[in-house]
C-alpha cells in the first residue's frame, strides 16, 4: 500500500506542469457584427446588425428580410411528387433561393494581450461554408457545412486590438456542387450563421494539433494518438508528456513516460502511445464517468476529456453490447436542422438551461438512454452534455437522397474524394466523446458509394472501431447494425390507401422488420402519426387523421391517439425484441403549417411535452417493459385470458405483481385480476391472466400494470368498448 502511495505522489509530481496554463484559449462567442450581400469579394463597408455567436443570421437584430428562405432541389422534387408543384418547377442545381443575398459577413473585434508562436482559429461549425479575413488579410476558406473549420492564423495577430471577418453563405446554391450543404426532402428554409462556437487558441511550438484518446476493447488500457506540429522555421526539441486524471478529481489515475521527440522546421507527426489505466471506472448512461488526459509539449497543452466505454453490434445475437455486456438502447430523435426553421427556434439550441433540460432532464423521465442526431449535426457542447449526462448518440451525418426520383439524372450524385475529407472530418472533431456511439453515414439513402468508397476509407480512423451504421444500404462490416422504418400508418396516410390496424400487433410476427438483413437491427423510425403543436395533422397526416376519428374530432381527441397509438407500437416492438435499439421520431423538430412531421412539445420554449405523450410514451420506454397484447376494439362479457409480455432492460432481475383490470370513464374500477412475475436480467417473460369481463356495456380502458414494488409500476393501456 505505501509503495502505491508514493507512486500516486510520484506521478502527481511529474503532471503537474502538464496543467499550467501554457495554452491560452480565447472565447470569441457572443455578438458579432453583420452584413450581407450579394457579390463575395469585397468586406463590407459598414455592419449595421448584430448576431448571436453560436447562432443564425435569422437572430440578426434589426432582423433581415427573407433570411432563410431557400427551396432545395429535393424539396421541390418531393412538392412535384405530391402534386404540390408542376414538373416545370424542377431543377437540377441546389435549388432556388428566395432572397436578394448570396452572403453574410460576420465581424468580430478583440485584444490581445500577448502574441505568442502559434495562433490556431477554430469555428466549429458555420453554414454554408466559411473564408476568413485576420486584420483585413484573408487567410483561408473552409467549405464544408458540418464540420470544424480551423485555420492557421500564426503571425496574424498584433498585441492590442484585431478583428476577425467571417464570410458565410447565404443559402446552399452559393456552394460547389461537390460540397454537402445537406440533403432533406421535408425542410422547407435554410438557414445560414456561425451556429457553434468560435475560439482562438495561442501558443508555443510544438503545438498539438489534434489529439484522440481510444480504450481499449478489454477496458484495461486507453490508445492517445497526438498529432504535433512544429510551425517555427528551426527544429524543436522537447518531451510529449501524458498523464490522466478524473474529470472532477486531480489526482493522477495514469501517465506515460515522458518522451524525447525533435521536429524539424513545418514538421508534421503523429505519435501513438499506451495508457494503462488499472481499475478504471466505467462510463455507462447509468454512471457517465469522466476522464482527462493532459497532454503537453513544453510549448502547449491540451485537456482532452474522454470516458472507458466499448460499445459494439454483433450480428450472431444481434444485439448491442455496452462494455462487454448486452445493451438495450431506449430513445428518439433529435432533427436540430429542422428545429432551426422553427420561428421559435431563436437562441434557444445554444442556451444551457434549455439544451440541459432537452438533454438531461426531460431523457431521464421518459426513461431514455439514447438519440439519434438525425440529418445534421448539434453543437459541440451538445455533445459534451451528452457525456455528461449519459446517453448514447447515433450521431448521423446530413445525407437524406432516397433513390433516384425520376431517373438516374435526378440522383444526387456525390464527390467521393469530398466526402471522405467531409466524414474524416466530422470523425475527428467527435471521436473523443464517450456519447458518440454509432457513426451514422446517411438517412434511408441507396448509394453504393458510401458502402464502397466514403465508409472503407474513414473507417480507421477511428480508433475506437465504432460500428457504422449505412441506412438501406447493406452494411460494411460483419457486425454492423442495419436501420428499420416500418412506418405502420404510412400507407393508410395515402389517399385511398389500405387501412392498417392494431390487430395486426396481436400475432408475434404482426409487423415484421422491413429490413432485409440478419444484422442487428434499429428502429430509429415508426408510427407515421405527427402532428403540429396545436394539434393539426401535418402535411404527410392530413388524411390520416380523418380515417381514424369522427369529422368533429378536437385537437385534444388528435393529441391522445396519437399517444396512445405511438405507445402500442413502442410496447410491441420492446416486447418481442426484434430490435437492439428502438428510437421514436421525433423528439425535437420544427412545427410548421407546412411541415410535413413534427415533435411532441406543447410549449417548446419551455420544453413542456405534449401531456398525452408524455403519459403513454414514458410508460411505454421504462426499463420495465410491459405489452398487453390485445387490440379488439370490442370485448364480449364473460370470462377471457389476456397475454402480458414482460421484458427486463436491466442487469438485475425483477419481481412483483401484474394486474390485469378494467378501468370505467370516471375511474372506477369494474374488474381486476393478479398473478405473481418474474423476470431476469435482460430477459422477457409472458404471463397468461384470466379476467372477468363484467357485463356492463360501455366504454373502458383495458389496463395491465407490472408493478415491481419501487414505486414507478409500468402500465400498459387499451381502450375496450365491452359488449353483452
Not at 486590438?161 to 435554410?190: C, Y
Not at 455533445?383 to 446530413?398: H, S
Not at 473507417?459 to 460494411?476: A, F, T
Request: hydrophobic share 40%.
Amino acid at each position: 500500500m505505501e509503495k502505491v502511495s508514493r507512486l500516486a505522489v510520484a506521478l502527481a509530481v511529474l503532471a503537474a506542469p502538464l496543467w499550467a496554463a501554457q495554452r491560452t484559449t480565447l472565447s470569441l462567442d457572443g455578438q458579432w457584427d453583420i452584413a450581407d450581400s450579394v457579390e463575395a469579394g469585397t468586406l463590407p463597408a459598414a455592419y449595421s446588425h448584430k448576431a448571436p455567436v453560436p447562432g443564425l443570421a435569422h437572430s440578426a437584430v434589426p432582423g433581415f428580410k427573407d433570411v432563410d428562405e431557400f427551396e432545395s432541389r429535393q424539396l421541390i422534387q418531393n412538392r412535384v411528387s405530391r402534386g404540390l408543384a408542376p414538373a416545370s418547377a424542377l431543377v437540377s442545381n441546389a435549388g432556388v433561393s428566395r432572397q436578394e443575398r448570396n452572403w453574410f459577413w460576420y465581424r468580430r473585434r478583440f485584444d490581445v494581450s500577448a502574441v505568442r508562436s502559434v495562433a490556431v482559429l477554430r469555428i466549429d461549425k458555420a453554414q454554408f461554408g466559411a473564408a476568413v479575413w485576420v486584420n483585413g488579410q484573408k487567410v483561408g476558406e473552409h467549405l464544408p457545412c458540418f464540420t470544424a473549420a480551423i485555420f492557421d492564423i500564426s503571425g496574424k495577430l498584433r498585441q492590442g486590438p484585431n478583428e476577425i471577418v467571417v464570410r458565410v453563405g447565404a443559402h446552399p446554391g452559393v456552394l460547389p456542387s461537390t460540397v454537402s450543404a445537406g440533403t432533406d426532402f421535408e425542410k422547407n428554409r435554410w438557414t445560414p450563421g456561425i451556429y457553434d462556437s468560435v475560439s482562438l487558441a495561442l501558443s508555443d511550438n510544438p503545438a498539438i494539433a489534434e489529439l484522440q484518446v481510444a480504450p481499449s476493447r478489454d477496458l484495461k488500457s486507453i490508445t492517445v494518438q497526438t498529432k504535433l506540429r512544429n510551425h517555427a522555421s528551426q527544429p524543436v526539441a522537447f518531451a510529449l508528456t501524458q498523464a490522466v486524471h478524473g474529470w472532477k478529481s486531480d489526482a493522477v489515475a495514469a501517465s506515460a513516460p515522458a518522451m524525447q521527440l525533435r521536429l524539424a522546421a513545418g514538421e508534421e507527426r503523429t505519435v501513438t502511445q499506451q495508457i494503462a489505466i488499472p481499475a478504471a471506472k466505467l462510463w455507462t448512461p447509468e454512471q457517465p464517468n469522466l476522464y482527462v488526459v493532459e497532454t503537453g509539449t513544453g510549448g502547449d497543452t491540451a485537456s482532452t476529456r474522454f470516458g472507458m466505454r466499448e460499445f459494439h453490434f454483433e450480428t450472431a445475437t444481434r444485439r448491442a453490447y455496452l462494455n462487454g455486456r448486452p445493451y438495450f438502447m431506449r430513445g428518439s430523435n433529435i432533427t436540430l436542422h429542422r428545429f432551426f426553421e422553427d420561428p421559435k427556434s431563436g437562441v434557444l439550441p445554444w442556451d444551457d438551461k434549455w439544451v440541459r433540460k432537452l438533454l438531461v432532464d426531460i431523457p431521464k423521465e421518459m426513461h431514455w438512454n439514447s438519440f439519434r442526431f438525425c440529418i445534421g449535426p448539434a453543437p459541440d457542447k451538445w455533445f459534451d452534455i451528452a457525456d455528461e449526462a449519459g446517453l448514447l448518440i447515433q450521431n448521423e451525418y446530413f445525407v437524406w437522397t432516397g433513390k433516384a426520383w425520376h431517373g438516374a439524372e435526378d440522383q444526387v450524385r456525390f464527390d467521393a474524394g469530398q466526402m471522405i475529407r467531409e466524414y474524416g472530418e466530422w470523425m475527428r472533431d467527435n471521436w473523443n466523446h464517450p456519447s458518440v456511439a454509432i457513426w451514422d453515414a446517411n438517412n434511408e439513402t441507396f448509394d453504393p458509394i458510401f458502402g464502397e468508397k466514403i465508409i472503407p476509407a474513414v473507417r480507421g480512423l477511428d480508433l475506437s472501431n465504432r460500428p457504422w451504421e449505412n441506412s438501406y444500404n447493406p452494411p460494411v462490416g460483419a457486425d454492423d447494425p442495419v436501420e428499420d422504418h416500418p412506418y405502420e400508418f404510412s400507407a393508410m396516410a395515402r389517399p385511398g390507401g389500405p387501412e392498417f390496424s392494431m390487430t395486426t400487433f396481436e400475432r408475434p410476427n404482426g409487423k415484421a422488420p422491413g429490413a432485409p438483413t440478419g444484422h442487428a437491427l434499429i428502429l430509429n423510425e415508426y408510427g407515421w402519426t405527427w402532428l403540429n403543436r396545436d394539434g393539426s395533422p401535418t402535411e404527410l397526416t392530413k388524411d390520416l387523421y380523418p380515417r381514424l376519428l369522427p369529422a368533429n374530432a378536437t385537437a385534444e381527441d388528435r393529441f391522445a391517439l396519437n399517444a396512445y397509438l405511438l405507445g402500442g407500437i413502442t410496447e410491441f416492438w420492446r416486447a418481442y425484441r426484434q430490435y437492439a435499439a428502438v428510437l421514436h421520431f421525433v423528439y425535437l423538430m420544427s412545427s410548421d403549417p407546412l411541415g410535413y412531421t413534427a415533435d411532441h412539445f406543447r410549449d417548446v420554449e419551455k420544453l413542456e411535452l405534449e401531456p398525452h405523450f408524455r403519459d403513454y410514451m414514458s410508460h411505454a420506454f421504462a426499463p420495465l417493459g410491459v405489452y398487453l397484447s390485445f387490440w379488439q376494439p370490442k370485448l364480449p362479457a364473460g370470462k377471457r385470458t389476456f397475454q402480458v409480455m414482460l421484458v427486463n432492460d436491466e442487469y438485475h432481475a425483477a419481481e412483483g405483481r401484474v394486474t390485469v383490470s378494467l378501468q370505467s370513464a370516471s375511474g372506477g374500477e369494474a374488474a381486476s385480476a393478479q398473478a405473481p412475475f418474474q423476470v431476469g436480467s435482460l430477459g422477457q417473460t409472458t404471463l397468461y391472466i384470466d379476467l372477468d369481463v363484467p357485463n356492463t356495456p360501455g366504454d373502458f380502458l383495458l389496463v395491465a400494470k407490472a408493478d415491481a414494488g419501487n414505486g414507478k409500476p409500468t402500465l400498459s393501456r387499451r381502450r375496450v368498448a365491452i359488449t353483452p
